[in-house]
């Protein structure tokens, strides 16, 4: 006895197929000495294509002046061609239109070098008034000039991988607070690869023996302050992990962060001790704090409600 019913899938004749996306997370050290690497090697793409486009220049000019170095100069662009559009094609693994479109993009210097090469040949055995001479250094110089602003072979580049993650921008010295640990930080930990790339350290107030507030700003403007792992920051200070804390700035945006560092003195943290030693001093000498209250003060000119109380001592 056979039994007969719908396949799943037969009557739209459709495949299913599944797809999953693998996400690496790798920390901001390795992130930054690899956009660094790609950096360098992309320096060294452009450099070479400049290169490339002199040789070839100085091959057609060479088969100008010496039409008999014509093989030696088809083989060796060719060899060039090839191998630049041989690499390119296997940075792409997946075909499609376009890794065509970045192959032949790669080669149109190398071919249109070639046809050069070739028509300089054919020029110098044709006899015309006043000579060949002339029009083939300008073909020669208009090759090189295109080539030279337009580089098809690094858009192909481009193409096959995407460009390498700008530098991180470098804060000028004189946007870096004077304070020896806006220094440090902007040296140790503000630094490329480090906790803290991107940020300025500003606000630096001493709250204690070990202890310290700031402000961590971003240096560029209307972008947040990063992701800061406190454990790097505290391997870097050699703090423990627990006295260091950054939060938001009350009233501000992302782009500052307050930074925390140990705990404060009770006298800095005590009103009466801060006004005594730090305020009257300067601004109120022989003025004494008697009383603080916490609210909102009245608009009246009322001052039984006022939030702070003080009696001026007279040696009368």
Known sequence: MAASGP??????????????????????QVAGAWGQMRRRVDVVRSCTGRVATVAGAVAAGAVVAAPGALPVALLGTAVVTAAGAGILRLQMPHSGHQKATA??????????????????????????????????????????????????????????????????????????DAHPAARWWAERAAREGGP???????????????????IIRATTDGE????????????????????????????????????????????????????????????????VLTDIRVGTPRTDTDTADAGVSMIKESDA
């Open 7 to 28: 396949v799943p899938g037969a009557q739209s004749g459709a495949r299913q197929t599944t797809s999953a996306t693998v996400t690496v997370q790798v920390s901001p």
């Open 224 to 287: 947040p302050v990063p992701e800061i792992s406190i454990r790097r920051l505290s391997a870097l200070m050699d703090i423990p992990e627990d006295e260091i804390s950054i939060k938001p700035v009350p009233g501000r945006g992302a782009g500052v962060r307050r930074l925390t560092i140990g705990t404060a003195d009770p006298a800095a943290a005590d009103p009466t001790t801060v006004w005594a030693e730090r305020i009257a001093p300067l601004a109120m000498p022989d003025a």
């Open 103 to 176: 192959t032949v993009l790669y080669a149109v210097p190398g071919v249109t070098l070639s046809a050069l090469l070739i028509g300089e040949r054919i020029a110098a055995e044709a006899v015309w008034w006043g000579g060949t001479r002339p029009l083939q250094i300008l073909a020669v110089a208009v090759w090189a000039a295109g080539t030279w602003l337009l580089r098809p072979a690094r858009v192909a580049r481009r193409m096959a991988t995407a460009p390498p993650p700008p530098a991180p921008e470098v804060v000028p010295a004189a946007h870096i």
């Open 196 to 214: 803290a790339a991107g940020t300025v350290l500003e606000g630096i107030e001493r709250t204690g023996e070990r202890g310290m507030t700031a």
